[in-house]
């Protein structure tokens, strides 16, 4: 069973950045596409960004474009969300996950079969 653990949330101020990981657990980590997602209060659970198996390949929902960096270290089993320049309109729970596929054109929950618990990420002005 592939275990997730998601950390590194917290309050930030508008402008600033917050650094989240997800350690991965249970099985080979390289196997995987990792991604991440994010819901806020009332919304559906949303892409924002993901990261082919060895790390060549990374993708993003447009609102995080040039702001998020996602990694991974697969020496770590850890997969990172660097966000710099954070605005009142990222607040949400961000949760990380896994995917036995290709990160190309993953943007939906269900491509995604392994999630953690998530990790707050709360922005204020």
């Known amino acids: 069973q592939v275990q997730l653990v998601e950390s590194g949330g917290g309050l930030v101020q508008a402008g600033g950045s917050l650094r989240l990981s997800c350690a991965v657990s249970?099985?080979?980590?390289?196997?995987?596409?990792m991604g991440w997602f994010r819901q806020a209060p009332g919304k559906e659970r949303e892409f924002v960004a993901a990261v082919s198996r060895i790390g060549g390949s990374t993708y993003y929902t447009d609102s995080v474009e040039g702001r998020f960096t996602i990694s991974r270290d697969n020496a770590k089993n850890t997969v990172y969300l660097q966000m710099d320049s954070l605005k009142v309109d990222d607040t949400a729970v961000y949760y990380c996950a896994a995917r036995n596929g290709a990160a190309r054109g993953a943007t939906l929950p269900a491509d995604f079969a392994y999630w953690g618990q998530g990790t707050q990420v709360t922005v204020s002005s």
């Open positions: 249970g099985h080979t980590f390289s196997m995987y596409a």
